[in-house]
């Protein structure tokens, strides 16, 4: 037996992440490890040790969990917002910051409004030619529903509430149910039989909904790739949209449940009481469900992770030597047992498209 490779003059080299600093005694599980890691400058990050986590929750579980990462909690306890998760250079500045993190819940709209609301709103803009750069504009859906069939089970789309990104009410509508509905689900709607007696029919919301989301444009010249498009925020959007009927394409869907750095760890949706509770500090829902303060909650949270200022992802980072085969394929090229951490590192990329690129030029998305 070799007593040599035993003493603590010579230890058994690690091979440390350069993201997430895990170590693994052998070179080629380390690779394996970047390849399915996805690590990017878009993930959560501990603004202490700077620790690429894979979501918001696994972050805060490392500042401020059960057991968190001693210096870095101690450090974030004094300097670090519990909201937003950012890191300030004194605690002065932190104090200043919480003024305007923390923010106060909407008044509901209630039951007692109109059946109807509804505001012609144009948010072209400029013509694409001179602003190629422009993002699309946001706007926020939420619907409820109550109950049909024999148990009151089946979906049934109740009302419509949508509102653009300086929260301004565009439309709201109570929908006339397709079949009877045997459960009201007054306890989380608010609704009662005399809300939907004179309600809109369901097939004039969906042509309302579709003309606010594509810019005013007729059904008939809807183009299905969402060349005209607004980006959809929600929560849960796919369970709206079928209730409601809907399809629209699915790269301009922003969907705070499915939203990576928004989930638990294990990739399972938190609900969006929970999200505003968490992230911006006010409580909803906690009566009946209200879809305009839904709206203005998943709209705020859009906003906040929208408008993380995080690096730009450029390829022109690699070494010379990634740049003789596509990124793609070097995962496969027999250079990468020859990389550093670093520059495997510089290799990865996010799997999800992060929502600070909705503020990015076109291009550069």
């Given at each position: ?62 500042l401020i969990g059960p057991l968190p990462k001693g210096i870095c909690s101690k450090i974030f306890s004094q300097q670090g ?285």
């Open positions: 037996m070799d007593a040599k490779a035993d003493t603590p003059q010579n230890p058994s080299k690690r091979h440390k992440c350069s993201a997430c600093y895990r170590q693994y005694k052998k070179r080629e599980h380390l690779i394996e490890h970047m390849k399915i890691s996805y690590h990017s400058v878009h993930q959560p990050r501990c603004g202490v040790c700077q620790k690429h986590c894979k979501s918001f929750e696994s972050l805060r579980e490392h917002c519990q909201l937003c998760l950012t890191l300030f250079d004194s605690p002065s500045s932190l104090i200043e910051h919480r003024e305007t993190c923390r923010l106060s819940a909407p008044a509901p709209l209630g039951t007692i409004a109109l059946p109807y609301i509804g505001s012609q709103i144009d948010c072209r803009g400029p013509s694409d030619e001179n602003h190629a750069g422009r993002r699309p504009l946001a706007i926020a859906l939420d619907c409820e529903m109550v109950g049909g069939g024999s148990d009151g089970s089946l979906e049934l789309c109740a009302r419509v509430c949508l509102v653009d990104e300086d929260e301004n009410l565009i439309f709201h509508a109570y929908v006339q149910p397709q079949i009877p509905v045997t459960n009201y689900r007054y306890d989380i709607t608010g609704l009662t039989e005399e809300y939907l007696r004179d309600a809109i029919p369901l097939k004039e919301v969906q042509e309302k909904v579709l003309q606010i989301l594509y810019n005013g444009e007729s059904i008939g010249k809807v183009r299905l790739d969402g060349g005209k498009a607004r980006l959809l925020v929600g929560h849960d959007l796919a369970h709206d949209l079928d209730c409601l009927k809907l399809n629209y394409p699915d790269h301009m869907l922003r969907d705070t449940a499915k939203y990576r750095p928004l989930m638990k760890t294990n990739l399972v949706s938190h609900s969006l009481k929970y999200l505003t509770q968490t992230y911006l500090g006010y409580d909803i829902q906690s009566g009946t469900h209200d879809p305009y303060e839904d709206c203005i909650s998943v709209m705020r949270l859009y906003k906040r992770i929208q408008g993380q200022n995080h690096k730009e992802e450029g390829y022109g980072t690699l070494s010379p030597r990634n740049k003789i085969v596509g990124i793609s394929d070097c995962w496969r090229s027999k250079q990468v047992d020859n990389l550093t951490p670093d520059e495997l590192y510089a290799m990865s990329r996010s799997d999800y498209k992060c929502w600070c690129l909705d503020l990015r030029p076109r291009s550069a998305a």
